[in-house]
């Protein structure tokens, strides 16, 4: 019995344990990246790019490229239309860092 508690208890422990995003891993990975920053500085990076993807993407699509294309015409049409708007919720920002 003693060891059936244990093993729920390592399991519960390991799964609530601090998953690395995708996008830290990749960061990571990179030299230049992983040479130029401490590992808290990419985690940090990593969420600054992370919520900034969520913000210019919407839920249905999976291709980042084409995120940033649209993202980068949004805001081309509305700077040449005079209007210097972003897209980023300064409120849900704060909340992310």
Known sequence: MKKLIFLISILIFSSCSKQESSTYK?????????????????ENLAKIVDFFEAQICDEEK???EQCYNEFVKKNDIAYSQGKSQYFIDYAKSKKAI
């Not at 990749?26 to 990419?42: C, G, V």
């Open 62 to 64: 999976h291709n980042i």
């Open 26 to 42: 990749e960061m990571k990975s990179d030299k230049l990246l992983s040479e130029s920053f401490t590992d808290n500085e990419l």
